[in-house]
Nanobody, 120 residues
Framework: QVRLVESGGGLVQAGGSLRLSCAAS????????MGWFRQAPGMEREFVAA?????SYADSVKGRFTISRDSAKNTVYLQMNDLNPEDTALYFC????????????????WGQGTQVTVSS
């Protein structure tokens, strides 16, 4: 099965930047859709961005976050700029063997998450 491991989270002040990485292994060798989701305490899991051949972003992060992939390294990235405290959450990487999708229940493969904390 597909295995995903996130890294790059940490503590940053408002206005700062972080880059998250998601290392993938297994799968069929096809180009999977890779998504980033986030979940704050007591909140629903929220779509952030996804990439296959095209890219989709949540309105809340559009213009600040950039999703990209390095197929040779089997790695997906989320560059996060101009962070604010509302971005504080546990960030998850997810994968599906189909097209772009913003619904978390359409992704069968998930990493363990990496914590992002933004102070004011």
């Amino acid at each position: 099965q597909v295995r995903l491991v996130e890294s790059g989270g940490g503590l940053v002040q408002a206005g700062g930047s972080l880059r998250l990485s998601c290392a993938a292994s297994g799968g069929t060798g096809r180009t999977y859709t890779m998504g980033w989701f986030r979940q704050a305490p007591g909140m629903e899991r929220e779509f952030v961005a996804a990439i296959r051949w095209l890219i989709s972003y949540a309105d809340s992060v559009k213009g600040r976050f950039t999703i990209s992939r390095d197929s040779a390294k089997n790695t997906v990235y989320l560059q996060m700029n101009d962070l604010n405290p509302e971005d504080t959450a546990l960030y998850f990487c997810a994968a599906r063997d189909s097209g772009l999708n913003a619904n978390s229940n359409e992704y069968p493969y998930w990493g363990q998450g990496t914590q992002v904390t933004v102070s004011s």
